[in-house]
């Protein structure tokens, strides 16, 4: 289940990345945010997942 998690995060990280920068070049400041805030999403996820882990062991 966790390596699931951690997955599903970087997923979102690299989609949050890939609109943010889509966003940016073509100056759509909409998708710029919606970029941005899907890789703090997955970041928050990514974060929770390691804080499980810490307290696993």
Known sequence: MAREQKA???KEQLKGKAKE????ATGDLP?????RAEKAKGDA????EKAK???KH
């Open 21 to 24: 920068i889509a966003g940016r």
């Open 8 to 10: 599903k995060a970087k």
């Open 45 to 48: 996820r990514q974060a929770k």
């Open 53 to 55: 882990d810490i307290f």
């Open 31 to 35: 998708m710029e945010s919606e970029g």
